[in-house]
Structure formats: C-alpha cells, structure tokens
Nanobody, 130 residues
Framework: QLQLVESGGGLVQPGGSLRLSCAASGFILDYYTIGWFRQGPGKEREGVSCMDSSGARLNYTDSVKGRFTISRDNAKKTVYLQMNSLKPEDTAVYYC???????????????????????WGKGTLVTVSL
C-alpha cells in the first residue's frame, strides 16, 4: 500500500501563515521527487513547488516565490509546505505528490498541466479569507 495523506489545511486570514504536511507510507520517500500542487475553485490543477530526491533542487511557481517553502523529512517520511503571506488567490485544495527521483530537474515546468508524478494524496483545503 503506497499512500500520501495531506493535513494542515483550514481557514486563514490574508497575510497569515499555514503549514501543510504530507505523510508518506508504503514506499521509501528518500528515492522520490516530491511536489505540491493545488486546484482552486473552477480552475485546473497547477504546480506549486517541487523538490528532487536529494533536496538539492527546488522549484516554485512564480506566484508563490518568496512566500512558500517546500521541505522534507525523510526520517519522518513527511513532506511540508510552509505558506506565508497568504492571499485570497491561494485558496485551493492542495495536493502532495511523489515521482521518480529526477522529475524535479531544470526542465520541469510547473506551469504545465501536472506531469511526472506517480503518487498523489487526496488533498487538503486551504481557504484564505477575511
């Protein structure tokens, strides 16, 4: 059984912060690229961030650069997304995903329809509103 389970979503005011977690089970997380994606109301799923298996390469979509931080703790088999300075347009269901070790390389395009990820969580809702 291979599984990713997100948690940490909720309601937050604009300018606030939230940390999402993604617990992995059933596989060795060390070997995988990890990523966060989101799907807002009436929108397609889009890439937010990814990190390669070594943790050496990190990518962020332009709209979250400087505000969001992806990280991993392989010992805890957990992936995180720290979100600061949240905006209403960040409202979405957030999904974590895992793919082959080299998916998050220099050519990975977060602006494209999500690709290259093998495992997906079911999502956690983040609502940014007054």
């Amino acid at each position: 059984q291979l599984q990713l389970v997100e948690s940490g979503g909720g309601l937050v005011q604009p300018g606030g912060s939230l940390r999402l977690s993604c617990a992995a089970s059933g596989f060795i997380l060390d070997y995988y690229t990890i990523g966060w994606f989101r799907q807002g109301p009436g929108k397609e799923r889009e890439g937010v961030s990814c990190m390669d298996s070594s943790g050496a390469r990190l990518n962020y979509t332009d709209s979250v650069k400087g505000r969001f931080t992806i990280s991993r703790d392989n010992a805890k088999k957990t992936v995180y997304l720290q979100m600061n300075s949240l905006k209403p347009e960040d409202t979405a269901v957030y999904y974590c995903a895992a793919g082959r070790w080299d998916t998050c390389n220099s050519d990975y395009d977060l602006s494209r329809k999500p690709y290259g990820m093998d495992y997906w969580g079911k999502g956690t809702l983040v609502t940014v509103s007054l």
